[in-house]
């Protein structure tokens, strides 16, 4: 096999760039003490999880179960992102509530959540309820929303805009544009 002058000059050329790239790499990665990378990295913590299970026990007595097909944490924020989300409130004195929605979000310090896309509730005696974004105050242990809302069972719908549910008294409150059709 034989190689012209070109080739060899070319080949010569592309190895010493190569070299002198990796020296310069090797050298310029030194600067950085493992303690600062560590510390760069320990800045910037993410945890990603698909086919999340997440159960929690309040001081009420409520227990939330959150399922997802995944789950992002974001630490210096303390906000955790699902995506597909399904949570099942049971209630202290027994009864269920099961919300879905396509995205959600909650805070682990204020424990604040907010689901949106296609947000369905059905509670376990067939009530179901319909909107676009639903919010929940951990203080206040209310579920609320300024969206249009659709609320139906066997016995009639309501519509309106803007909902407030307090889990702590159990009572649902439409605040403004409310249609009712009894069957």
Known sequence: MKFKKSNVVIIIVIVAIVTAAAVILFFES????????LNIVADKVDLQV?????????????KWEINADSAKYVKNENLVFFDRIRVKLVMSDGRT??????????????????????????SDKGDRLTTDILRYSGAEQRIYTDSAV???NSR?????VGMSFSLEHKDVALLSKVKANIR
Do not use: C, P, W
Request: glycine share 12%; proline share 0%; hydrophobic share 30%.
């Open 150 to 152: 659709k609320m139906e």
């Open 50 to 62: 698909k086919n999340v299970h997440y159960t929690d026990v309040g001081a009420s007595g409520m």
């Open 97 to 122: 509530l099961v919300m879905t929605g396509d995205k959600g979000k909650s805070n682990t310090e204020t424990k604040d959540m907010e689901v949106s896309g296609n947000v369905e509730i059905i």
């Open 30 to 37: 030194g600067r950085f003490s493992k303690k600062q990378m």
């Open 156 to 160: 009639m719908q309501v519509k309106g």
